[in-house]
Every structure is written in C-alpha cells, then in structure tokens.
C-alpha cells in the first residue's frame, strides 16, 4: 500500500543502534547509557565496566536461553543492549546447527546454508526486540583493522557477508575511537570505517569522561535529539494533515446522510472535491458502502444509479 510522508507515526519512537571499537575503549559503558537499559552480556564482561554504571544483566549460556529470559516482564526497561554482537551470533551458530544438520560442514563449522540461516535468525531476533517488545537495541561490535587498497579500515567482528545483514537491522552506527585525549563516536561514513547516520545524527560526539558528577546518559540524550528530529521533520506535513481531516469531516457526515433521492447529487458533488492524503480512496470507499446499504449500483447501460431490483424482489 502506497502512503505518503505525513501519514508516518512518529510517537513513541525505538532506535536501533550499532556501537563498535577497540576492546577497553568503553563500548559497554556507552551501550549502557541508553534509556533504562537490560544488558544481555553474552560476552561475560559486566565485571569490567565500572561499578557505577553497571545495570541489571543476564548471561545466557545460550540462545535458546536468551529467548526464553525475554519473554519475562521487561516493563522495568526501555533498552536491550547486546554485548556482544559476535557473540551473540556464536549462540545463533550453534543453534541454527542444532534445528537442521544441513546448516553445518562436516567439520562442525558453518555451511553456505548455515549463514543465511544465521543472518535470518538475527534479523529476526532484531525485529522481535523492535517490533514486538518495542525496546530500543543497543548491539556493540569488536573492530578489527582490515587491510584494502594499502589502507588500514576499521570494521565490525564478524564472518563474511553477516556483516551486511548485521547493517541492515540498524539506524544508526558508530565507531568509538581516541581523537587526541578525547573518546569519539563518528556516525558518517569515512575514509577509515563504515558508519550509518539518520534522524539528522550525523558525524562527530565528544563522549563526556565519566566521574561522580557526571551522569551515564549518552545515548539517553542522543535519542531524545533523535525524536525531537523525527518530530521537527514531521511539522512539515502537519498542514496536509489539517486540510486532510477538515476533508474528511465535511464529506463523510454528507456521505453518511445520503439517500436513495441524492445519490447522484452527492457523486456529482464528490468529482469536485479538492482531495488531500488519502481522503479520495478513503471517500470513495465510504460512498460504495452506503451505495450498497441503499441497496443501489451504478447502471453502464442508463449511466445512472439505480435501485437493484433483482436484490430487493429476492428480498421480498
């Protein structure tokens, strides 16, 4: 179905978001600065984050368990943040292989077959964070360096062409790196790493050194920008969205009132409408319905609307 710009929903909006660097950079710590985070640590690594921004955590020791811990009450959280993504995907391999044998070569490691099987399974459970619990994800990536054209890269930790799945379930992606004594976070695609910006976050955040008066909310403040964005940019068609409903409120209450005496009246009248959004399909729709509660059709050969007389002699 076609639908235009002004008809997106842009309240109680979720971010997906992709946070990679170095080991002991501070990605964890970052991921945890998202609005009342869970962390999924299947990277056993909550003991390395400093103390004061630890929060709430669970260490599945497998995928199966990680599912079965989410479908218990989450209201307390507003994020998922998974560290990390590689080893996540681990727990994806063993259990793709696990459903289909097919999934796996005969030394245990992954098929052709089993990477699709991976890459589906991923997208899926990013889905069921998003569209079924409606939380935010936070997923976090080792960076490797990686060698092209006599340039050293930065990109994400994991096999082949998972990476490209892994892009495709997020919004927004950011390398961390050290620019001088300060830690940076980049969301514009550049010389050096693959980035992904939208919602107007785009290129280079100081990320604020912590200490006791410093507050771990990073990520809080960088999806509020992001909503307040979507919400600016949705300003724009609320004009169309006023003359849409005044639309509609005139020629649905006509539409409604119409009877077997009108009904040419009311068609005549609907070729003049000076339509917006939607209302055309949505008026259209509208008079067919009661031209049918009239019991009425439009008759080619006469070029008129004329009672049904077949329907209404069943009738009787």
Known sequence: MIKKPSEMINTKNKFRVLIAGYPGIGKTTLGLSAPKPLLIDVDFGINRVMASVRRDYIQPDSYEQLLEDLKGDLSDYETIVIDTGGKLLDLMKAYVIKNDIKNAKKDGTLSLQGYGAVGREFT?????????????????????????????????????STKNTVWQNVELGGFIEMRGNKKTIGFDNCERYFAKSSFGIKGIYNIPELDTNTPNDFLTKLFEQADKNIQSESK????????????MDKYVLIIENMTTENVQEVSDLMQTIEHKLTSKKELTARFLEKLKSLNMYWNKATKQYEVNKEVQDNGQ
């Not at 998003?130 to 994991?158: G, N, P």
Request: glycine content about 2%; some cysteine.
């Open 124 to 160: 899926r459970f990013m889905n069921y964070i998003y569209f079924e619990l409606r939380k935010h994800c936070v997923i976090i990536f080792h960076a490797v360096e990686e060698k092209q054209d006599e340039e050293t890269k930065l990109r994400i930790l994991v096999e082949g």
């Open 236 to 247: 724009i068609f609320e004009k169309e969205r006023q003359e849409y409903q005044a639309v």
